[in-house]
T-cell receptor
Framework: GDSVTQMEGPVTLSEEAFLTINCTYTATGYPSLFWYVQYPGEGLQLLLK?????DKGSNKGFEATYRKETTSFHLEKGSVQVSDSAVYFC?????????????FGPGTRLSVLP | GAGVSQSPSNKVTEKGKDVELRCDPI?????LYWYRQSLGQGLEFLIY????????KSGLPSDRFSAERTGGSVSTLTIQRTQQEDSAVYLC????????????????FGPGTRLTVL
């Protein structure tokens, strides 16, 4: 079945450092790919998404490119801030036309230190 | 506009009691999902509703768990004879359930209900 693998956390960075959180997936066909973020004490919210190969999703300085050749959707940010401290979930939505088809990775906790 | 709402936000109960958790999806969303998130863990899929179709219950961990969705809108997750291992945050999400296949669908999450079983 479909699956999502993302790097284990926690990830601890200093403010203004470069961030990469790796995400790879296994799916049949052409899934859509998502990054969700969960800030402390809050619910999950969509950070960005890409619906086809080579698309780049971007939001709040974060970017991720849908790479079908490497089945990856790595999350990057050039300069993190303390306010980016959160748990980040990679997810995919597959091509099934029945039943749930959303698969989430285990999440990566990011801590940014001032 | 209004997002997904869940109630209660917190629920403390005694082992063996039944609990009901409520989810109000975004108006017009035909798809509704329930997940469980244990402390420091990822999301565990529980159940999925899509329109009037039979729900996908493949993620429910035991027969103590059940869910219904009335009128294609509000959903209630019921846990009978709660156990301590049921303690978690229960998340509800809804999506448009786009026609032509769900592959571009985006889920919108509620704030969750934190359940503590003593």
């Amino acid at each position: 079945g479909d699956s999502v693998t993302q790097m284990e956390g926690p990830v601890t960075l200093s403010e203004e450092a470069f961030l990469t959180i790796n995400c790879t997936y296994t799916a049949t066909g052409y899934p859509s790919l998502f990054w969700y973020v969960q800030y402390p004490g809050e619910g999950l919210q969509l950070l960005l998404k890409a619906t086809k190969a080579d698309d780049k999703g971007s939001n709040k300085g974060f970017e991720a490119t849908y790479r079908k050749e490497t089945t990856s959707f790595h999350l990057e940010k050039g300069s993190v801030q303390v306010s980016d401290s959160a748990v980040y979930f990679c997810a995919l939505s597959g091509e099934r036309n029945y039943g749930q088809n959303f698969v989430f990775g285990p999440g990566t906790r990011l801590s940014v230190l001032p | 506009g209004a997002g997904v709402s869940q109630s209660p936000s917190n629920k403390v109960t005694e082992k063996g009691k039944d609990v009901e958790l409520r989810c109000d999806p975004i108006s017009g969303h035909t798809a509704l999902y329930w997940y469980r998130q244990s402390l420091g863990q990822g999301l565990e899929f529980l159940i999925y509703f899509q329109g009037n179709s039979a729900p996908d219950k493949s993620g429910l961990p035991s027969d103590r768990f059940s869910a219904e969705r009335t009128g294609g809108s509000v959903s209630t997750l019921t846990i009978q004879r709660t156990q301590q291992e049921d303690s978690a945050v229960y998340l509800c999400a809804s999506s448009l359930g786009a026609s032509g296949g769900p592959s571009t669908d985006t889920q919108y999450f509620g704030p969750g209900t934190r359940l503590t079983v003593l």
